[in-house]
């Protein structure tokens, strides 16, 4: 039943109720007998209704609620007698014992409210005739038939009993069967509720021989009916039996982020109403169920009553779900719950695996941000140990040819020609390694080649920096220099900046670099390969890249990155 | 002269050699290491140390620290730095220790034979050279902020940045085509540009020059 449908009707039922109790009250007030007699079945009709209501609102899905409306409903019959009116006089004559039978069911239906197995349900429906079939003789017969009413009334109370010895037998065997963790519950309800049926009955002939007025049996009677209801309703609140809506549970359990393995158990088995119920998970590798915990799941949770249910995504095996039968009698419960279960563990895969991808991706972009720097070092090292000093020879040489005694003053003059030019190559080689790795970033590192930078800008330009650059990882050092000089070079070049200052400065493990020019701004990140590149590298390196650039008021960079190891 | 060469690129060495030997140096000790060369600089105390600034084991900055150590050191002991790529942080720390006996030089430069050995020769006798490069970087940040740098005209400022590079008014001359006497023109007006007082020897001149060029770029 959907709850926002259930929720009004009990809110109203609940006022019917109160104006039938009310009403009850009302004529009981000038009917024949007693005041207090009306009043205290008004009393017991409204234990019976609220406990009825607040079973039903707060467990949807067990039948406890209905069933103990539908006692409500007998215990108003019953009692509707006392008010003097010839018609209730002759209902309450017909209904007077069938809240006993309303028990009775109740006892047999718990906790789910639905009854399971023939001897159940024939020995209810035999608790039925005794109320409300062997009742009839009592009210039918006429009165001046003394014998033929003492028959009635044995023939009642044999089959009755026999009825109350039948449902001790039920519950004996529900309590030697059931989890351990029911027992707390279950064991003081049986109890209460048996007795209450049979005391009932027999009060009224057990007090009367002591002589105890019939006013107080009668007051007895009524305190032992009222506890019923409540008996049942602590125990479907308190005992976690019944299902409350178990797809809105588990729904809110996926929701939860990072909710453990237990939780999931735990929450099925809160919403499903049996403490028992235990999930398993199917381990790929090692072809076995396993609990939250990684171990072995014991055999014994295929055996029954302990129902085995397999949870399957798309026809592969995922977990199962082990329950207790006789707490969950339809199964179609524990398949809905199943499905959500299933999602639950789907989730569970696919984030593992997005969290495993996601590892192995940032892992790999640094190691990208590492392989590209290394090769340019690897470059710039080449270059230096050997064009660099390749063309230092030539030069040399080409210079030795021109100086030497047999050289002709034109051989002399074209080869010191070629020497000019040999250095003027060695000049764009120097230029060409600058840029793929300054010599200072390798010699000093990142405030040296910050400085030198700034040094050759044609632009005014200052450098704060306290950063200790023996202590930077070289990825963060060469990432922090071609930042500074993507930024110097936009403020020259795009930025149109009169001013530019470089601050470089260390917090903890984070080094912070920003530069700010007082330029045109209006620079973008999309605008350039350069930034963009810029931005994966940082992102790479797990660090953070924040380009502000208002129209007309400048560029500021700032980049946080880690410092590294 | 006699001369200790630290250098790791054995082919840039010998180059090396054979052109100071040539030159009528003396190359008493040629190294691969920046310990080597303090070592032996120790030992023979040369008139003159030849050394790069990136050499093993670590490939930084070792053989500039080398150079320093030695000029703390042996005060008689000229330095002559070369580099693949010549920065101003260097230089002043080179020059900021003690006057003068110090080049800095772009190894490129080596291949201009008789200006390099005759730049040796000056440094040797407790004069400067600094790479044309470095110059320009010290000149161009000098100009940049607001100051006399800035109202130098382009000959003065040429005649600026060959007097940085260390050298005589009497290469200035032949080297800008006119006189010494122009040349000197230009000198005593940047020295009054500067606000500096006319130093007698050459050495103090340019040394007086250079610092108050590094001075201004902090500014």
């Known amino acids: 039943m959907r709850t926002d449908a259930l929720r009004p009707a009990l809110l109203f039922l609940s006022v019917f109720a109160l104006g039938l109790g009310g009403l009850q ?100 429906a035999v608790g039925y005739g005794v109320t409300l079939v062997l009742q009839a003789p009592l009210y039918l017969l006429p009165p001046d038939q003394p014998l033929l009413l003492d028959l009635a009334l044995w023939v009642q109370s044999v089959v009755g009993l026999g009825v109350m010895v039948a449902t001790a037998v039920f519950l004996i065997g529900r309590l030697r069967s059931a989890d351990p963790k029911n027992l707390r519950v279950l064991l003081p309800l049986y109890l209460y509720g048996i007795l209450a049926v049979l005391a009932i009955p027999m009060s009224a002939n057990v007090l009367r021989i002591f002589d105890v007025d019939t006013a107080v049996v009668g007051l007895i009677q009524l305190a032992v009916l009222a506890g019923i209801p409540i008996a049942f309703l602590l125990s479907v609140l308190l005992g976690g039996f019944s299902q409350t809506a178990e797809a809105d549970a588990l729904s809110a359990w996926l929701g939860i982020a990072g909710s453990t393995r237990a939780a999931v158990g735990e929450a099925l088995a809160r919403s499903l109403g049996d403490d028992s119920l235990r999930v398993a998970y199917w381990a790929d590798d090692r072809q076995a169920f396993v609990d939250e915990h990684g171990a072995d799941v014991p055999e014994g949770e295929h055996v029954p009553p302990r129902i085995w249910h397999e949870v399957r995504v798309e026809s592969r095996l995922v977990g199962a779900i082990s329950y207790d039968g006789r707490m969950i009698t339809d199964p179609e419960i524990v398949r809905r719950a199943g499905r959500v279960f299933a999602i639950a563990l789907d989730r569970e895969r696919l984030t593992a695996a997005l969290v495993a991808s996601n590892e192995a991706l940032v892992l790999s972009r640094l190691r990208i941000v590492e392989t590209a720097d290394r090769e340019r070092s690897r470059i710039a090292r080449d270059l230096h140990d050997g064009l660099q000093v390749q063309l230092v020879l030539l030069a040399l040489e080409a210079q030795q040819i021109a100086n030497s005694d047999d050289a002709s003053p034109a051989t002399a003059d074209a080869v010191t020609a070629l020497r000019h030019r040999i250095d003027d190559a060695a000049a764009d080689l120097r230029r060409l390694v600058h840029a793929v790795l300054p010599s200072a970033l390798v010699e000093r590192g990142l405030t040296a080649a910050a400085e030198d930078l700034v040094d050759r800008l044609d632009i005014p330009a200052t450098l704060i920096s306290d950063v200790d650059d023996r202590a930077l990882a070289p990825a963060t050092a060469q990432s922090a220099y071609l930042i500074v000089a993507e930024a110097l070079t936009n403020a020259v070049k795009h930025s149109g900046a009169r001013t530019v200052r470089v601050e470089l400065t260390r917090t903890g493990g984070l080094l912070q670099v920003r530069v700010a020019d007082d330029g045109r701004g209006g620079a973008r990140v999309e605008d350039g390969t350069g930034l963009k590149g810029l931005v994966d590298r940082v992102d790479a390196l797990g660090g953070s890249f924040e380009l502000q650039s208002p129209e007309g008021v400048g560029t500021e960079l700032r980049v946080e990155l880690p410092c590294g190891s | 002269m006699r001369v200790v060469i630290g250098e790791d690129e054995v082919l840039l060495r010998e180059g090396l050699v054979h052109l100071l030997e040539n030159d009528g140096i003396d190359v008493e000790a040629a190294v691969g290491t920046a310990v080597e060369l303090e070592l032996e600089v120790a030992r023979l105390s040369p008139d003159l140390v030849i050394t790069d600034i990136r050499m093993p084991p670590t490939h930084t900055d070792e053989g500039l620290l080398a150079a320093l150590r030695i000029r703390r050191a042996h005060p008689g002991v000229a330095v002559m730095v070369l580099s693949q790529h010549v920065q101003r942080r260097y230089a002043t720390e080179l020059l900021e220790q003690r006057e003068g006996g110090v080049g800095y030089l772009l190894k490129q430069r080596i291949a201009d034979v008789r200006t390099f050995t005759a730049d040796l020769r000056r440094v040797q006798a407790g004069g400067t050279a600094l790479d044309p490069d470095v110059v320009a970087v010290l000149v161009a940040r000098a100009s940049k902020t607001s100051g006399p740098v ?70």
């Open chain 1, 25 to 124: 009250l009302a004529v009981g007030a000038v009917a024949p007998v007693p005041f207090w007699v009306p009043a205290a079945f008004t009393a017991v009709f409204f234990i019976w209704t609220a406990a009825g209501v607040i079973a039903w609102w707060q467990r949807p899905l067990s039948g406890t609620g209905g069933l103990l409306l539908v006692g409500a409903v007998s215990m108003f019959l019953g009692g509707a007698g006392n008010l003097g009116l010839p018609v209730l006089i002759e209902l309450s004559a017909v209904f007077a014992t069938m809240v006993l039978s309303v028990t009775v069911h109740l006892l047999h239906a718990f906790p789910s409210g639905r009854l399971r197995g023939t001897l159940s349900v024939v020995t209810v």
């Open chain 2, 150 to 219: 800035g109202d130098l005209t382009p000959r003065q400022l040429e005649v600026l940045g060959l007097m940085a590079e260390g050298r005589s008014n009497a290469h200035i001359a032949a080297r800008l085509g006119t006189s010494e006497k122009a040349v000197v023109q230009h000198t005593s007006r940047i020295y009054d540009t500067f606000g500096l007082p006319v130093a007698a020897d050459d050495h103090r001149r340019v040394l007086a020059v250079i610092r108050y060029l590094a001075a201004a770029g902090t500014a």
